[in-house]
């Protein structure tokens, strides 16, 4: 009997997901080929999709295209055309700037016309072809004034799409420009004047980086203003309209937040925005500090909601890093931002180093006050040494590894996620931390339905040692267990276990 239930627990063992918890910020090499895709290689802003499913969208600067990849990094055959779907068939198609998901799982792209003319909107169904009923033929297209450029997108509750770029409206002025477009693709008439809102800065030249909707549905724009002439002095700019395209004079000065002319705030761009639930405003920027031979530094800003510096974020409301390099002439960049479940922030970007003219990935996470979580990466920074390269754009998958793009997609290890454990079958994780152990972990799961379990901890030898829970009922949903190892148990090698008396599923820990 001793004998069959020791073969029993070898096929256990060998039939368990065995997961020790790994280095959040390193390259998780089991996605893809050793941790990034080999397919579209210019991948601009990335999505994940309810089922993990990943979208990019870039293009070549002739045509805009989007790729679909399984959760594993393969290509998602069953998406267009052999994982792609482009707009080559279109000639006023470009390179793309924008992808929103609306919540029927459409998607919309959008690009720039090739003469930098109008708004190009695409609609694609979920499998990748031209959605027919959008604007034209799966097409939606709008001008406006001698020139308009790099539409970003963002999608209102009730699913009407917002594009904003910049154009050439009136004179030799470039204002920051807002289209609502119908969920049919059409103009929506409610909104500004006859779908359109054009809004000049106070310095003439001014463009919009990036969209985001607030749960209330006001339109928060990010970018820059500039000057006229061949040198570039960048200045933030912000702006917060009200649901029909009106600027909300709650908001800043009249709407508008800009330019930043405290010593703080010396030059640069706001990249990326994204809104806290408590409703804080935080941007992803570069700064170029004029006193300091311009060099720059990535940059994190947060505003309160009515548009006013966040003075408990970071110092003076700013993160500025450098990413600890002692390149002499470095500059960095973050170019995207995203909040976790936790509320703590992943940002993306670039350090670019004077010596060899050379850009390489950058990532960094933050607490939400802006301090440096030191859990992540190396002293929560991870700088990526390829040879050039940025993170443009960044995502979590649900179980929140984080997917990047810089060219390929990449996809990078994160902390211990809420596993899902179905005990009718035997492929589902169990994720415990820290691991190894030394006296004491949390072991995290979700059941699929009220279970009776048991918790266990074998020998590699399939000899019971401990026990944790007995026969105890658990709700369907998330649960934390707090384990404490036997203070006796020597150091090693452990299977920890959690069954329902009809299946089991376990994980390796190693006690130290």
Same mark, same amino acid.
């Given at each position: 009997?001793?004998?069959?239930?020791?073969?029993?627990?070898?096929?256990?063992?060998?039939?368990?997901?065995?997961?020790?918890?790994?280095?959040?910020?390193?390259?998780?090499?089991?996605?893809?080929?050793?941790?990034?895709?080999?397919?579209?290689?210019?991948?601009?802003?990335?999505?994940?999709?309810?089922?993990d499913?990943?979208?990019?969208?870039?293009?070549?600067?002739?045509?805009?295209?989007?790729c679909?990849?399984?959760?594993?990094?393969?290509?998602?055959?069953?998406?267009g055309?052999?994982?792609?779907?482009?707009?080559?068939?279109?000639?006023d198609?470009?390179?793309?700037?924008?992808?929103v998901?609306?919540?029927?799982?459409?998607?919309?792209?959008?690009?720039?016309?090739?003469?930098?003319?109008?708004?190009?909107?695409?609609?694609?169904?979920?499998?990748?072809?031209?959605?027919?009923?959008?604007?034209?033929?799966?097409?939606?297209?709008?001008?406006?004034?001698?020139?308009?450029?790099?539409?970003?997108?963002?999608?209102?509750?009730?699913?009407?799409?917002?594009?904003?770029?910049?154009?050439?409206i009136?004179?030799?002025?470039?204002?920051?420009?807002?289209?609502?477009?119908?969920?049919?693709?059409?103009?929506?008439?409610?909104?500004?004047?006859?779908?359109?809102v054009?809004?000049?800065?106070?310095?003439?030249?001014?463009?919009c980086?990036?969209?985001?909707?607030?749960?209330?549905?006001?339109?928060?724009?990010?970018?820059?203003?500039?000057t006229?002439?061949s040198?570039?002095?960048?200045?933030?700019?912000?702006?917060?309209?009200?649901?029909?395209?009106?600027?909300?004079?709650?908001?800043?000065?009249?709407g508008?937040?800009?330019?930043?002319?405290?010593?703080?705030?010396?030059?640069g761009?706001?990249?990326?925005?994204?809104?806290?639930?408590?409703?804080?405003?935080?941007?992803?920027?570069?700064?170029f500090?004029p006193?300091?031979?311009?060099e720059?530094?990535?940059?994190?800003?947060?505003?309160?909601?009515?548009?006013?510096?966040?003075?408990?974020?970071?110092?003076?409301?700013?993160?500025?890093?450098?990413?600890?390099?002692?390149?002499?002439?470095?500059?960095?960049?973050?170019?995207?931002?995203?909040?976790?479940?936790?509320?703590?922030i992943?940002?993306?970007?670039?350090?670019?180093?004077?010596?060899?003219?050379?850009?390489?990935?950058?990532?960094?996470?933050?607490?939400?006050?802006?301090?440096?979580?030191?859990t992540?990466?190396l002293?929560?920074?991870?700088?990526?040494?390829?040879?050039?390269?940025?993170?443009?754009?960044?995502?979590?998958?649900?179980?929140? &590894?984080?997917?990047?793009?810089?060219?390929y997609?990449?996809?990078?290890?994160?902390?211990?996620?809420?596993?899902t454990?179905?005990?009718?079958?035997?492929?589902?994780?169990?994720?415990?931390?820290?691991?190894?152990?030394?006296?004491?972990?949390?072991?995290?799961?979700?059941?699929?339905?009220?279970?009776?379990i048991?918790?266990?901890?074998?020998?590699?030898?399939g &000899?019971?040692?401990?026990?944790?829970?007995?026969?105890?009922?658990?709700?369907?949903g998330?649960?934390?267990?707090?384990?404490?190892l036997?203070?006796?148990?020597?150091?090693?090698?452990?299977?920890?276990?959690?069954?329902?008396?009809?299946n089991s599923?376990?994980?390796?820990?190693?006690?130290?």
């Open positions: 009997m001793k004998q069959l239930n020791l073969f029993l627990f070898l096929i256990f063992l060998h039939s368990c997901s065995f997961n020790v918890i790994a280095q959040p910020g390193l390259i998780d090499s089991s996605f893809g080929i050793n941790g990034h895709t080999n397919s579209f290689p210019w991948a601009g802003m990335v999505i994940v999709q309810p089922n499913r990943i979208l990019i969208v870039g293009g070549t600067g002739i045509n805009f295209g989007l679909r990849f399984k959760s594993n990094g393969k290509v998602d055959s069953s998406f055309n052999n994982g792609r779907a482009t707009g080559n068939s279109d000639p198609g470009k390179e793309s700037s924008g992808m998901l609306q919540q029927d799982g459409k998607i919309v792209v959008s690009s720039s016309g090739v003469n930098a003319d109008q708004f190009v909107l695409a609609r694609y169904n979920s499998n990748g072809q031209l959605d027919h009923s959008f604007g034209t033929n799966g097409l939606s297209k709008t001008g406006w004034g001698s020139f308009i450029q790099y539409p970003r997108l963002a999608i209102q509750s009730d699913g009407k799409i917002i594009a904003g770029g910049r154009g050439f009136s004179g030799s002025t470039r204002d920051i420009i807002l289209i609502r477009y119908n969920t049919d693709g059409s103009l929506d008439n409610s909104f500004g004047n006859g779908g359109k054009n809004t000049p800065l106070t310095r003439p030249i001014a463009d980086a990036s969209i985001k909707v607030q749960p209330d549905g006001k339109i928060v724009v990010v970018g820059l203003s500039d006229i002439g040198s570039y002095h960048w200045k933030y700019a912000m702006a917060r309209y009200n649901t029909d395209g009106t600027l909300d004079n709650s908001f800043g000065t009249g508008l937040v800009e330019p930043f002319s405290s010593t703080y705030y010396p030059e761009i706001l990249y990326s925005v994204l809104i806290q639930p408590d409703g804080k405003i935080v941007a992803a920027a570069d700064y500090d006193d300091f031979a311009y720059g530094f990535a940059c994190i800003i947060r505003f309160k909601t009515h548009g006013t510096i966040d003075s408990s974020f970071g110092v003076n409301g700013l993160v500025l890093e450098d990413f600890d390099t002692a390149f002499i002439g470095s500059g960095s960049s973050f170019a995207d931002l995203i909040l976790q479940p936790d509320n703590k992943i940002t993306v970007g670039m350090l670019h180093y004077n010596f060899n003219d050379s850009t390489c990935m950058a990532m960094a996470r933050y607490n939400n006050n802006g301090s440096i979580d030191t992540f990466g002293n929560g920074r991870v700088v990526i040494y390829d040879g050039g390269g940025a993170l443009w754009s960044v995502a979590l998958q649900s179980t929140g &590894k984080i997917i990047s793009t810089t060219g997609v990449y996809r990078f290890l994160n902390d211990p996620d809420l596993g454990v179905d005990l009718s079958v035997s492929d589902n994780p169990l994720l415990i931390y820290p691991n190894p152990i030394q006296s004491q972990a949390s072991l995290q799961y979700t059941l699929t339905q009220e279970e009776k048991s918790i266990e901890l074998f020998e590699m030898q &000899k019971l040692v401990q026990q944790f829970i007995t026969n105890e009922t658990r709700a369907t998330k649960h934390e267990e707090v384990l404490h036997n203070e006796l148990l020597p150091a090693g090698s452990y299977i920890l276990s959690i069954g329902n008396g009809k599923q376990g994980v390796k820990i190693v006690k130290e």
